[in-house]
């Protein structure tokens, strides 16, 4: 029994941890789309292998960021909008 | 019996007409334009004259139907542990990563709501159903998934042919080259011919399909060709999308789609019966309470785990993936090689001339294979994932063979 709980209370942490691990804003499509040819908009596609090589929709400009490096990131000014997208 | 040669035919076409050789082919095009289908003959060619050898009556004659047909070469342990790293090796990366692809195709072009991975799910599913309600199943699917990417190929190109061409007709101003990569690189196009048990009756379909598969790329390449750019072809991830999008607007991005999703489960389809039957007449792997209706539904279900497993935890998304896939399709034309050499020198017993050309095909696949391996980015994790296969499926076969002794050759 004491398995199960500790097994269920593994499972019930787990699955929050998304909601456990700050808040980062989320916007949208149509949001995106309104900002979209915005001098401050910087667009990462943090889309990893056939996640992103199978896709046809890849939205133009956006900057691939590969195996999860954001370093490019520190290229621009802070005030810039970041916008990641992974799907 | 013409059945059995229509399921022979879509079974060489598994790989052919899958989206990882569309993307292959497309990349190709626009980095050789129109000579490229020069490179497509000889590609088409060398694999005809390696078929040609593998199904020769007096390359086949003699085969006892239970070993791995290159045991005349290297000897049975070594034959058998080539033929467990190949099979398995396609059988596990190329479905894992192209399931995906048929996932986001779904996902992108029909049902914008509906999960990429759940689709692919569905479809490993379904295929495992086959496999699981029997072989004949299998292969009549099998038939089905190849006819329909075949049909939206050839429609596509001869409405791509025929129809109007666009701004960018052939890249006028794109500088052609025929690189040997790119000569090298049609040798994986054409991969799919060897049936686990040749036989000579079958030579000739075998030899239709490989000309069958030069006239589709032909004539796809000069429909992608006409309409897109070259330099577009060479550096897209998709070149099929943006072609029969070009083509034939929204239906052709709807008929590729089709395509995609089929030509997904061609490869994975085919390539489970292929290393099923492959690995069946290994029967030295085999427990012996494993019983006769287990033992050809043990393999799918196993490939089933290991891709569901590499999708649940992301290796799809990882670019280590692709290198393997590169990896199995590469240790696929080298054991083209084995076999070509096994069937050349069978030949040789019945015929008495001192040089055969299949000496030189052989070593010809061996060539290819080794420079496509150095010449890649990802050289050193390939010779890791050669060795690593390599060492695992050797102490596989041998664990097999310490509890049945296999009988003399």
């Known amino acids: ?87 | 019996m013409i059945w059995s040669h229509l399921i022979t035919i879509s079974l060489v076409f598994s790989w052919m007409v899958s989206p990882d050789a569309l993307v292959l082919l497309g990349n190709n095009a626009g980095k050789g334009g129109l000579p490229f289908i020069a490179a497509l003959a000889i590609g088409a060619a060398l694999s005809a004259l390696c078929a040609n050898l593998i199904y020769h009556p007096d390359a086949t004659g003699n085969s006892s139907g239970k070993t791995a047909p290159h045991t005349f070469t290297i000897g049975r342990y070594a034959a058998t542990t080539i033929t467990v790293a190949t099979r398995i090796s396609l059988a596990v990366l190329l479905p894992t990563g192209m399931l995906v692809t048929a996932g986001f195709t779904f996902n992108e072009t029909f049902v914008y709501w509906f999960p990429n991975f759940g689709f692919s799910f569905i479809l490993l599913g379904l295929i495992l159903t086959l496999h699981l309600a029997g072989e004949r199943f299998a292969e009549v699917a099998q038939l089905l998934f190849t006819g329909i990417v075949i049909f939206c190929l050839l429609l596509l190109s001869l409405a791509g042919v025929f129809g109007t061409t666009s701004e960018q007709v052939y890249g006028a101003t794109f500088h052609f080259s025929l690189p040997l990569p790119l000569i090298c690189g049609t040798l994986l196009l054409f991969l799919g011919y060897d049936q686990p048990s040749p036989d000579s009756k079958a030579r000739r379909y075998i030899l239709l399909a490989i000309i069958g598969g030069f006239v589709l790329f032909s004539l796809w390449t000069i429909a992608s060709l006409g309409h897109v750019a070259p330099e577009k072809l060479a550096s897209s991830t998709v070149p099929y999308i943006i072609s029969a999008g070009r083509i034939l607007g929204t239906p052709g991005k709807i008929i590729i789609g089709i395509a995609i999703i089929a030509g997904s489960c061609s490869v994975t389809n085919g390539l489970f019966i292929l290393a099923n039957k492959s690995l069946l007449q290994q029967t030295n792997l085999f427990p012996s309470f494993i019983n006769h209706f287990w033992k050809k539904r043990i393999f799918p279900i196993g490939f089933s785990i290991a891709i569901g497993l590499s999708m649940i935890f992301g290796f799809a998304g990882d670019e280590l993936l692709e290198t393997y896939i590169l990896g199995a399709l590469l240790l696929w034309i080298a054991a083209m090689g084995f076999r070509c050499l096994a069937a050349t020198r069978r030949i040789q017993l019945t015929q008495s001339c001192p040089f055969h050309y299949g000496y030189l095909i052989s070593a010809l696949f061996f060539l290819a294979a080794l420079y496509l391996t150095v010449t890649d980015n990802y050289t050193a994790q390939l010779f890791s994932f050669f060795v690593l296969t390599l060492v695992v499926s050797g102490i596989v076969t041998a664990g097999g063979y310490l509890f049945h002794r296999p009988s003399p050759p």
């Open chain 1, 1 to 87: 029994m004491k398995k199960i709980i500790t097994l269920f209370l593994f499972c019930i942490i787990f699955s929050a941890m998304p909601a456990l691990s700050g808040s980062v804003p989320t916007i949208d499509k149509d949001e995106l789309k309104a900002l979209l040819g915005s001098d401050t908009l910087v667009l990462f596609d943090v889309r990893t292998g056939r996640d992103w090589s199978s896709s046809g929709e890849k939205i133009k400009y956006a900057i691939r960021v590969d195996g999860g490096d954001l370093s490019v990131a520190k290229t621009f000014p802070k005030d810039n909008t970041f916008v990641l997208y992974c799907a």
